[in-house]
């Protein structure tokens, strides 16, 4: 394959590969799938993959087991989705269920930051922190450590079946289960305390649901992490096509610049000495075998990818070797790409010379670099305070929202029932919130009805106008409450307040409530 | 129309040569195409895609596993039972007996407590309540209402007037017994008498005294005179209270509140006096068990009017 080669004396690996998704060669749709052997790549984004890939794990493995002090009353674990009783801690924050709207606010602050994200840095989410891309990266880690690098694998693929195959190939599957129940493991301490649901699932006294729970998720990480990999992002995921929508000319993509790559050409000095034109791609396939997706990203922008930058790192490490500036594949905006294209191909030919300083061979300065700034636009700004007013508005009623509630159905059938001296009574079903984690002193009352007085079955058989309870911690107290008001004069419906309020003052919330009297 | 090309790009195009065109090949895909064609526009022949075909598979493969052992296959107008015997409506029948089996202990404890006693007992109280509010639904909306609020001739039972008594036992003995009720020899009992149309008073009489109970009650039209209240004393008094503020143990209605059985004003009492109207309720205890009239008379005495 590469014989003398001048551009690359012994120091550059010439890869002879072809993309396996690549548009030259699209498979027929009943064709099984071809396999991918991504190459370890080494490099900023790598490295930075990593990172994200700690931080994201570490949130999701640890979270659990963070406690938070809450009391007696209430459960102890920082972030608990408590079903059975209908609770979300979170933090300092406990939400019930009536008060789903801050979860529903969460979506779509969200969904306006997968906008803002992506019309700025384009699938950055794809490429660093979805689960499937870490959870494959996982894997692979597993799978390089035991099997080796990209060409030990194509070759232990190819080998017959053996002794030595099997101990490899038994291994990595039994690590990718382990890991498979790991992660299902540890999904379902979310939703109960987790120290004690671990001693259960251990001791096997957890709920079957738990168990199921496990098994299922085991199967979707196994699946989709070790034997679907790419493909759950090119064909059973939406995002790809809804991105599409969301991105703009000023967008970060990963791009192969191909206006000073082309023409490309693995004997560079041979063809310039023969007077054709040589851009810088060397066409060392480089970029090709680090590529988790299959794809070749000189094709250009395509659907199946991700956006993880490791040709990013891969072509960098070639260029750095053939003494050449980095970025030949790089983050770049459509606008800036178009503009070098503009540049240095004119007629339509790419003519490399036009980028470079005749002395120097340095790129010239009308060379349009990508930089931070393209995330500066009225788009993203306005996608931003959207997102922080949505977080804000949020935060504001968080934090002004009072610990009790009430909450007041009038009854319906009979609206009012007229008594035996002529006064009315209208019948209630009052409920009580006490959402914090201490029994509170209430005193419940009306106001606003001239005359009226309430009687609340077993709890105040004599006519008042207030009473006075104690609410147990985080629950709901159900009253029946009558309210009766003299007869005189008043209009068919009256509207009245019924208040709860803490013993001490410190907190006052009111119901409007409706009188309804018969007709005269 | 060309597309345009980036250099250094080869257009997508598919081998002809991986396929062997039985018919018609499309020229750009490459791919033969069914014949089928719509106003120019024809359908590639692409296959199924795999994971389709096997979701496909498996699921004849479970639909003929299933069908061995559920109802399946139609004979006339039964079907094959199936290896396991399972059916919807045994399921629900287990399903109810398993909800009474778990309702026994309680309703053996309201069986065996007297009524005034559940009402005391909060967890009893409870139970019986929503047990009474559906046998309510089912036996006596008819007459009563839904909200219980009944209507000219049915009393309401939300309100603090009682016929027979608020009281938890009194009610308990009303439903139990009924009104009038024709096979119930302890049935609740009164009628009053046809003064108008027996002619135990003259027409200026009745028409005296009933004007004389619309004024205890400041009906429109009423008047309060010194011969109506002698009437009153001689004729009615006796089951309605010298008061006239009612006896509820011969079922005498109250004069002087607010709440009439029948219309309140000065024609519909007059109407009375002349001929009764008299409402009749079933006993109870010849239909329902114990423990259900139980319930009735702790959901009907919570209504917001029990003594």
């Given at each position: 394959?590469t014989?003398?080669?001048?551009?690359?004396?012994?120091?550059?690996?010439q890869h002879?590969?072809?993309?396996?998704?690549?548009?030259?060669?699209?498979?027929?749709?009943?064709?099984a799938?071809?396999?991918?052997?991504?190459?370890?790549?080494?490099?900023t984004f790598?490295?930075?993959k990593?990172l994200?890939?700690?931080?994201?794990?570490?949130i999701y493995y640890v979270?659990?087991?963070l406690?938070?002090?809450?009391?007696?009353?209430?459960?102890d674990?920082a972030?608990?989705?408590?079903?059975?009783?209908?609770?979300?801690y979170?933090?300092?924050i406990?939400i019930?269920?009536q008060e789903?709207?801050?979860?529903?606010?969460?979506?779509?602050?969200?969904?306006?930051g997968?906008?803002?994200?992506t019309s700025?840095?384009?699938?950055?989410?794809?490429?660093?922190?979805?689960p499937?891309?870490v959870?494959?990266?996982?894997?692979?880690?597993?799978?390089?450590?035991?099997?080796?690098?990209?060409n030990?694998?194509?070759?232990l693929?190819a080998a017959?079946?053996?002794?030595?195959?099997?101990?490899?190939?038994?291994?990595?599957?039994?690590l990718?289960?382990?890991?498979?129940?790991a992660t299902?493991g540890a999904?379902?301490?979310?939703?109960?305390d987790?120290p004690?649901?671990?001693?259960?699932?251990?001791?096997?006294?957890?709920p079957v649901?738990a168990?199921?729970t496990?098994?299922?998720?085991?199967?979707?990480?196994?699946?989709?992490g070790?034997?679907?990999?790419?493909q759950v992002?090119?064909?059973?995921?939406?995002?790809?096509?809804?991105?599409?929508?969301m991105l703009?000319?000023?967008?970060l993509?990963v791009?192969?610049?191909?206006?000073?790559?082309?023409?490309?050409?693995?004997?560079?000095?041979?063809a310039?000495?023969?007077?054709?034109?040589?851009?810088?791609?060397?066409d060392?396939?480089?970029c090709v075998?680090?590529?988790?997706m299959?794809?070749?990203?000189?094709?250009?922008?395509?659907?199946?990818c991700?956006t993880?930058?490791?040709?990013?790192d891969?072509?960098?490490n070639?260029?750095?070797?053939?003494?050449?500036?980095?970025g030949?594949?790089?983050?770049a905006?459509?606008?800036d790409?178009?503009?070098?294209?503009n540049?240095?191909?004119?007629?339509g030919?790419i003519?490399?010379?036009?980028a470079r300083?005749k002395?120097?061979?340095?790129?010239?300065?009308?060379?349009?670099h990508?930089?931070?700034?393209?995330i500066?636009?009225?788009?993203t700004?306005?996608?931003?305070?959207?997102?922080?007013?949505?977080?804000?508005?949020?935060?504001?009623?968080?934090?002004?929202?009072a610990?009790i509630?009430?909450?007041?159905l009038?009854?319906r059938n009979?609206?009012?029932v007229?008594?035996?001296?002529?006064?009315?009574?209208?019948?209630?079903?009052?409920?009580?919130l006490?959402?914090?984690?201490?029994?509170?002193?209430?005193?419940?009352?009306?106001?606003?009805?001239?005359?009226?007085t309430?009687?609340?079955?077993?709890?105040a058989?004599?006519?008042?106008t207030?009473?006075?309870l104690?609410?147990?911690?985080d629950?709901?107290?159900?009253?029946?409450?009558?309210?009766?008001?003299?007869?005189?004069?008043?209009?068919?419906?009256?509207d009245?307040?019924?208040?709860?309020?803490n013993?001490?003052?410190?907190n006052?919330?009111?119901?409007?409530v409706r009188?309804?009297?018969?007709?005269d | 129309?060309?597309?345009?090309?980036?250099?250094g790009?080869?257009?997508?195009k598919?081998?002809?040569g991986?396929?062997?065109?039985a018919?018609h090949?499309?020229?750009?895909?490459?791919?033969a195409?069914?014949?089928?064609?719509?106003?120019?526009?024809?359908?590639?022949n692409?296959p199924?895609?795999?994971?389709?075909?096997?979701?496909f598979?498996?699921?004849?493969?479970?639909?003929?596993?299933?069908?061995v052992?559920?109802?399946?296959?139609?004979?006339?107008?039964?079907a094959?039972?199936?290896?396991?015997?399972?059916?919807?409506?045994?399921e629900?029948?287990?399903?109810?007996?398993?909800v009474?089996?778990?309702?026994q202990?309680?309703l053996?404890?309201i069986?065996?407590?007297?009524?005034?006693?559940?009402?005391?007992?909060?967890?009893?109280?409870?139970?019986?309540?929503?047990?009474g509010?559906?046998a309510?639904?089912v036996?006596?909306?008819q007459?009563h209402?839904?909200?219980?609020?009944g209507?000219?001739?049915?009393?309401?039972?939300?309100?603090?007037?009682?016929i027979?008594?608020?009281?938890?036992?009194?009610?308990?003995t009303?439903?139990?017994?009924?009104?009038r009720?024709?096979?119930?020899?302890?049935?609740?009992?009164?009628i009053?008498?046809?003064?108008?149309?027996?002619?135990?008073?003259?027409?200026?009489?009745i028409?005296?005294?009933?004007?004389?109970?619309?004024?205890?009650?400041?009906?429109?039209?009423?008047v309060s005179t010194?011969e109506?209240?002698?009437?009153?004393?001689d004729?009615?008094?006796?089951?309605?209270?010298?008061?006239?503020k009612g006896?509820?143990?011969l079922?005498?209605?109250?004069?002087t509140?607010?709440?009439?059985l029948?219309?309140?004003?000065?024609?519909s009492?007059?109407?009375?006096?002349e001929?009764?109207?008299h409402?009749m309720?079933?006993?109870?205890?010849?239909k329902?068990?114990d423990?259900?009239?139980?319930?009735l008379?702790?959901?009907?005495?919570?209504?917001?009017?029990?003594?």
């Open positions: 394959m014989s003398s080669d001048d551009t690359s004396p012994g120091i550059l690996d002879d590969v072809q993309a396996v998704n690549s548009a030259k060669m699209r498979q027929p749709l009943y064709a799938r071809r396999k991918i052997f991504p190459k370890r790549a080494e490099g790598r490295r930075f990593w994200v890939m700690l931080i994201t794990l570490t979270t659990p087991w406690r938070w002090d809450r009391g007696v009353y209430a459960p674990q972030v608990l989705l408590d079903l059975a009783n209908r609770r979300f979170f933090f300092f406990e019930w269920p789903f709207y801050y979860v529903a606010g969460l979506l779509v602050m969200a969904g306006v997968l906008f803002l994200i700025t840095v384009g699938r950055a989410w794809c490429g660093y922190a979805c499937q891309t959870w494959v990266d996982l894997f692979l880690v597993v799978e390089r450590a035991i099997e080796g690098d990209r030990a694998r194509i070759k693929d017959p079946w053996g002794p030595a195959k099997l101990v490899k190939r038994v291994s990595k599957h039994s990718w289960l382990l890991i498979g129940i299902g999904w379902i301490f979310y939703f109960a987790a004690t649901l671990l001693n259960d699932v251990v001791h096997l006294q957890a649901i168990y199921i496990i098994a299922l998720l085991t199967a979707t990480t196994y699946t989709f070790g034997l679907m990999r790419e992002c090119t064909y059973m995921c939406p995002w790809p096509r809804i991105q599409a929508a703009d000319e000023h967008s993509t791009t192969y610049n191909d206006w000073r790559g082309e023409p490309r050409g693995r004997h560079a000095k041979k310039i000495v023969a007077g054709v034109p040589q851009g810088d791609c060397v060392c396939n480089a075998v680090v590529c988790p299959g794809i070749d990203i000189r094709d250009g922008q395509q659907l199946e991700i993880c930058a490791l040709c990013i891969a072509c960098d070639v260029m750095d070797k053939l003494g050449r500036e980095r030949l594949i790089s983050y905006t459509l606008a790409y178009n503009a070098n294209m540049l240095v191909a004119p007629q030919q003519e490399p010379a036009r300083d002395t120097t061979g340095a790129l010239v300065s009308a060379v349009k990508t930089n931070w700034r393209s500066l636009r009225p788009r700004l306005i996608y931003f305070l959207v997102w922080a007013g949505i977080g804000l508005a949020m935060l504001t009623v968080l934090s002004l929202r610990p509630g009430i909450n007041v009038h009854d009979p609206l009012f007229l008594l035996s001296d002529g006064s009315v009574q209208n019948g209630y079903d009052v409920k009580i006490n959402m914090t984690t201490q029994p509170q002193d209430m005193v419940f009352s009306i106001a606003g009805l001239p005359g009226a309430l009687t609340i079955p077993g709890a058989d004599a006519p008042t207030q009473l006075q104690t609410v147990e911690p629950l709901v107290l159900p009253l029946r409450v009558y309210v009766r008001a003299p007869k005189g004069e008043r209009e068919d419906e009256t009245f307040t019924m208040s709860i309020a013993a001490d003052g410190t006052s919330v009111s119901a409007q009188f309804e009297t018969p007709e | 129309m060309s597309t345009p090309n980036k250099p790009k080869n257009p997508g598919t081998d002809p991986q396929h062997t065109p018919n090949v499309d020229d750009f895909s490459g791919i195409t069914t014949g089928h064609e719509w106003d120019g526009i024809q359908e590639l692409n199924l895609p795999r994971w389709w075909l096997w979701t598979y498996a699921c004849i493969a479970f639909a003929a596993v299933y069908s052992f559920y109802p399946a296959w139609p004979i006339g107008t039964s094959t039972p199936g290896l396991l015997g399972y059916s919807s409506r045994a629900f029948a287990a399903n109810m007996d398993s009474q089996a778990g309702n202990t309680v053996r404890q069986a065996d407590t007297p009524v005034a006693d559940i009402v005391a007992d909060p967890e009893l109280a409870r139970f019986a309540t929503a047990a509010a559906s309510f639904k036996n006596c909306t007459c209402g839904t909200g219980a609020s209507g000219p001739g049915y009393p309401n039972l939300n309100d603090d007037s009682w027979w008594g608020g009281t938890i036992d009194a009610v308990y009303t439903i139990a017994h009924g009104v009720s024709p096979t119930d020899p302890d049935t609740r009992y009164n009053m008498p046809n003064f108008g149309a027996d002619e135990l008073l003259d027409k200026a009489s028409k005296t005294v009933a004007t004389y109970v619309a004024s205890l009650s400041g009906l429109e039209g009423g010194p109506g209240a002698t009437i009153f004393a004729n009615c008094a006796a089951c309605h209270g010298e008061n006239a006896v509820a143990d079922g005498g209605p109250d004069l509140d607010a709440l009439w029948y219309e309140g004003s000065l024609p009492i007059q109407a009375q006096i001929k009764p109207r409402g309720m079933p006993a109870w205890s010849e329902l068990d423990a259900t009239i139980k319930e008379a702790v959901y009907v005495h919570g209504l917001g009017g029990g003594q």
